[in-house]
């Protein structure tokens, strides 16, 4: 759980990087920034700051923020009911972001054990002005490089609840104490 103080000032911080990006908000989405600590407690490290602009049966419009070295954890966006999965653009608009996707190339970049499993990733980095695709059910991460990060996020539909991450204690939706 995030105490309200590490909340008030992460929004801050949030709406400063932002300005960085030259993202202009309304006072309504600045209230309606979400500070995500995936229930880890470990904010600096672990989590993410978003603002989402739209979300119908259709598409979702976000904007993400990671502070530096900041990451957001190995999860995936799978298929229910008749719905395929979310499939979603990362767009940079500022800073460097390090993009972690499961796949076969030929030079993997990271393993990563779970339980004794690998996933094997591939990293794509990301500077302003450059984008990436992801398939629905493609399992991925992502961190911040030095100075942060503030990147534009186009999809299908989006359903945080369906979710699943690999890390059994990251709880998706934010507790402010």
Same mark, same amino acid.
Request: glycine share 14%; charged share 20%.
């Given at each position: 759980m995030i105490s309200k103080s590490e909340y008030e000032k992460a929004v801050e911080r949030t709406i400063s990087f932002f300005g960085k990006a030259q993202i202009v908000l309304t006072e309504e989405e600045k209230d309606a920034i979400e500070v995500a600590d995936f229930g880890l407690n470990d904010?600096?490290?672990t989590g993410l700051e978003l603002v989402t602009y739209l979300n119908t049966e259709r598409v979702c419009a976000k904007e993400l923020v990671l502070f530096p070295g900041q990451t957001c954890p190995e999860h995936r966006h799978p298929?229910? &009911?008749?719905?395929? &999965?979310?499939e979603e653009t990362f767009r940079c608009r500022w800073g460097r972001v390090l993009l972690y996707v499961e796949g076969e190339r030929t030079n993997p970049i990271k393993a990563k054990a779970v339980d004794g499993l690998y996933t094997v990733f591939h990293?794509?980095?990301l500077l302003p002005g450059e984008q990436y695709t992801l398939k629905p059910n493609t399992k991925h991460w992502f961190q911040a490089g030095d100075e942060g990060a503030v990147v534009s996020e186009f999809s299908t539909p989006s359903f945080d609840e369906e979710d699943i991450f690999t890390d059994p204690r990251i709880v998706r939706t934010p507790k402010i104490g």
């Open positions: 904010l600096s490290h298929a229910f &009911g008749s719905y395929i &999965g979310k990293e794509i980095e």
